[in-house]
């Protein structure tokens, strides 16, 4: 295998797409956030092309028995309403700075071989804390899509995310940027503790508004109760461990 290789899978006449990147990350949001738009649009969906690289992890996963080398994956989706989409998605990003860069101009390359000249980068940003309202932050490599952006609710905050954008999804901005495709990135506020559904719902809706598709969200918002269980039961055991932890008014008693 060649250092990068792209595998035509299939062809679809795409009309003005879009480029959706939903690679792992911060709470997996982006990631949740790309499949859920698969799933949900399945019958609208075509798989067209594979991208294989040596910059992802020396393995392959298995499904039943059959193994498949680890690649990004990326698929044609033509709704019944709102703009068509290129969805990029895998279950790797690039294990080097260097192979960030040269997949991120893979994954361009292939945009551009299907004339997407827009582009919405998806993952989360991390608060170190539980959310009870979910807020969705942006960064845009074209000053001019700021004002409708904040339109449908996406917040531009001074200095945030700290440290900026790492990984394909900043590098989506910066390259497209010298492409003169007009990137955003949409991130959701996470806990970062656990993979984390509520937020990538909170994306997917900034995004179902942008685009004018039309998503459920129940099998998200099933995952999300399942995952506050988990958190239930975590904080709990925190509880406890810190009530072993503090003296009673007892064990404070002096005894002599």
Not at 116 to 138: H, K, N, Q, R, W
Not at 144 to 161: A, K, N, Y
Not at 201 to 211: C, M, N
Request: charged share 30%; proline share 4%.
């Amino acid at each position: 295998m060649d250092a990068l290789d792209i595998d035509a899978v299939d062809e679809a006449d795409l009309d003005e797409p879009v480029l959706i990147e939903g690679l792992p990350g911060v709470g997996h949001v982006g990631k949740l956030a790309a499949d859920h738009i698969l799933e949900e649009l399945e019958a609208e969906t075509t798989l067209v092309r594979r991208i294989y690289s040596q910059e992802f992890p020396p393995q392959v996963s298995v499904d039943g028995g059959v193994t498949s080398l680890t690649c990004a994956s990326v698929h044609a989706v033509t709704p019944e309403t709102g703009r068509d989409m290129l969805v990029l998605t895998g279950d790797h990003q690039a294990q080097t700075n260097e192979g960030h860069y040269v997949l991120t101009d893979a994954f361009l390359d292939v945009a551009e071989s299907f004339d997407v000249s827009e582009l919405y980068a998806l993952g989360g940003v991390p608060t170190g804390e539980l959310i009870d309202e979910y807020a969705v932050l942006g960064a845009v490599n074209n000053e001019s899509m700021l004002e409708d952006l904040e339109d449908i609710g996406v917040e531009f905050r001074d200095d945030e995310p700290a440290g900026g954008i790492v990984g394909v999804s900043g590098l989506l901005l910066g390259l497209g940027e010298r492409r003169s495709i007009d990137a955003t990135c949409l991130m959701g506020e996470t806990s970062g503790y656990l993979v984390d559904p509520m937020s990538a719902r909170a994306v997917l809706e900034i995004l179902e508004e942008r685009l004018e598709i039309d998503l459920e969200y129940e099998s998200l918002d099933e995952r999300a109760e399942e995952m506050k269980d988990v958190m239930g039961k975590i904080q709990e055991m925190e509880n406890q461990q810190q009530s072993m932890e503090v003296p009673s008014d007892d064990d404070l008693r002096y005894i002599g």
